[in-house]
């Protein structure tokens, strides 16, 4: 079988449970284990908006066009539900990005959640800053880290692509007793957010965030489609190594 | 637009090369490209404006303002006498525009870089304090055992072959489950797109 043929195969039984998912999820609505990071965001937000306090938002180097597109639009569909409930503030979240083109992304996501809010008045573009971006974005870190520390933000969520960099924006949060929620879909990034960040999200559970806050049933049947993709590529590793082995 | 692009794309990749729908493909992609280079465009000419109109009015960090519009004519001038190949003698053939940028970034980011070490070793200490758990040991006894199996005694071979063990086995096959675990997280996010599920272009 070819490459494309299997390409074809998984890109099918994607679609196919995905489809099932959301039919089982709209019938009966599963229940879905805890993501602790996913518990705390909220009420993170719900804090910063009571103590009148910002959230600083982060893409990393996530970038539209790139092989991280996905990661900025699912990291954008996270922000949009914090967005939505820190818009009621007179605090505008900062959201920042070292990629050019994830800025009117960035932008277009705090505007919806201020238009959802009917307080489009309140929104301002400048809300979301891009930095010079690089092989590993350390002048982002720098520049991001001294803008959010400038603005007195409560708390910092690190969500797409980042990598080393993430330690020095991590250490200047912890440094200013902020409270971390990080990820990354680079192993080093990932690694580093494990260690620093108060709660840590891994590999895929940046793909689930909406299903966890506030998720439609197409979001939650996500969720179950890729617990049943995982299920198969595990069955899959395992029949390929018996079958190596024999 | 979105669903017709994504399935464009799609079948583009997977079809042969020069077959109709490959070179329907490659169309969308250059006509993103285009879109995302006056984009660039867009964003260049805001970042000129946002900052000439900081030193016109004299708003608080001007001087940062007028140190960026000088470093940005600069480097554009730059660009525009490499292209138009001026430089002789030692400079013949050298890209100054380039020169010039890493000059100042590529030093600034290495500098930045060399205190990583520091950060990621405290970080450790802290999540030792913070939480002691079966998970947090294995990471902070890993990071020491690398550590010092990287300090050039012939006392130290054993932590170094446990090193390289640690680097070839355990730390590979996580490193691979993380990124199987984001391609499927990929293509869940990707399937909403193309089913039009995804919100992050709607209003």
């Known amino acids: ?246 | 637009m979105v669903i017709s692009a994504g399935l464009v794309t799609v079948v583009g990749l997977l079809s042969d090369e020069g077959s109709a729908p490959a070179l329907l493909m490659t169309f969308t992609i250059q006509m993103i490209a285009v879109v995302a280079a006056i984009a660039v465009l867009i964003g260049v000419l805001n970042l000129a404006a946002v900052h000439l109109g900081r030193f016109a009015h004299a708003e608080h960090g001007w001087p940062y303002s007028v140190v960026m519009l000088f470093v940005m004519v600069a480097v554009i001038v730059l660009s525009i006498l490499d292209r138009a190949e001026i430089w002789s003698g030692e400079l013949e053939g050298e890209q100054i525009s380039l020169r010039a940028f890493e000059a100042v970034q590529v030093s600034l980011e290495s500098a930045l870089a060399a205190l990583l070490a520091f950060f990621l070793v405290f970080a450790a200490y802290r999540l030792m304090r913070r939480r002691v758990t079966v998970w947090s040991l294995v990471f902070s006894v890993t990071l020491i055992v690398v550590l010092v199996g990287w300090i050039p005694f012939e006392e130290l071979d054993v932590l170094a072959d446990v090193r390289d063990w640690l680097v070839r086995v355990p730390v590979s096959a996580g490193m691979r489950g993380l990124l199987i675990g984001v391609g499927l997280g990929t293509v869940m996010v990707g399937i909403r797109v193309l089913l039009g599920q995804d919100r992050s272009y709607k209003s």
């Open chain 1, 1 to 246: 079988m070819s490459d494309i043929e299997l390409t074809w195969i998984g890109l099918g039984v994607a679609l196919a449970v995905t489809l099932i998912g959301l039919v089982l999820a709209r019938l009966r609505p599963p229940r879905l284990r805890p993501i602790p990071a996913y518990v705390v965001l909220p009420e993170t937000a719900a804090d910063a908006v009571e103590s009148d306090n910002r959230m600083h938002l982060s893409f990393g180097s996530s970038a539209i066009g790139e092989t991280s597109t996905v990661s900025a639009l699912a990291s954008a569909e996270v922000f949009y539900r914090l967005a939505e409930r820190l818009a009621v503030s007179p605090q505008p979240p900062l959201i920042t990005t070292s990629a050019g083109l994830t800025l009117p992304l960035a932008q277009d996501t705090l505007r919806r959640a201020y238009t959802y809010r009917d307080r489009l008045p309140a929104w301002r573009s400048t809300s979301a800053a891009w930095f010079p971006q690089g092989a590993r974005s350390l002048a982002f870190a720098a520049g991001a880290s001294s803008l959010a520390a400038d603005r007195d933000v409560f708390s910092t969520v690190l969500l797409g692509r980042f990598g080393i960099e993430l330690a020095l924006m991590g250490e200047s949060a912890l440094r200013h007793d902020q409270a971390l929620v990080a990820h990354s879909d680079l192993p080093e990034g990932q690694a580093i957010a494990y260690a620093q960040a108060d709660h840590a999200l891994i590999g895929e559970e940046l793909y689930v965030g909406p299903a966890y806050l506030n998720g439609r049933a197409i979001e939650v049947g996500g969720v179950l489609a890729l617990d049943v993709l995982r299920w198969l590529v595990i069955v899959g590793i395992l029949a390929a190594a018996i079958d190596a082995a024999l």
